[in-house]
């Protein structure tokens, strides 16, 4: 079994920066992709960027190319969303998810998910 916990949400103001975090524990862990999702309140879990286990593949959004960034700590099981410029359309309850195959942008793709840490960016 696989647990994810994020960590780092709370509330800033537009234009701020926020990073979350994602610690992996568990079994035994070989090569995965760990993804980012967002569901702003009332819509649907969307998609925000995922990272190969050797972090040399990523993927974004449109909506959060170019100001989000993924990185990970193998050693610390570990993966971070770095949240900068950050817009009121942000807001949302941010998940990590954990994938045994190559990263993908489909939620359905993904084998755990954390419990979610609200984001809540204000005008």
């Known amino acids: 079994q696989v647990q994810l916990v994020e960590s780092g949400g709370g509330l800033v103001q537009a234009g701020d920066s926020l990073r979350l975090s994602c610690a992996a524990s568990?079994?035994?862990?070989?090569?995965?992709?760990m993804g980012w999702f967002r569901q702003p309140a009332g819509k649907e879990r969307e998609f925000v960027g995922a990272?190969?286990?050797?972090?040399?593949?990523?993927s974004y959004s449109d909506s959060v190319k170019g100001r989000f960034t993924i990185s990970r700590d193998n050693a610390k099981n570990t993966v971070y969303l770095q949240m900068n410029s950050l817009k009121p359309v942000d807001t949302a309850v941010y998940y990590c998810?954990?994938?045994?195959?190559?990263?993908?942008?489909?939620?359905?793709?993904?084998?755990?998910w954390g419990q979610g840490t609200q984001v809540t960016v204000s005008p």
């Open positions: 990272t190969s286990w050797s972090g040399g593949s990523t």
């Open positions: 998810a954990l994938r045994w195959r190559a990263l993908s942008a489909r939620a359905d793709d993904y084998n755990y």
């Open positions: 568990g079994r035994y862990f070989s090569s995965y992709s």
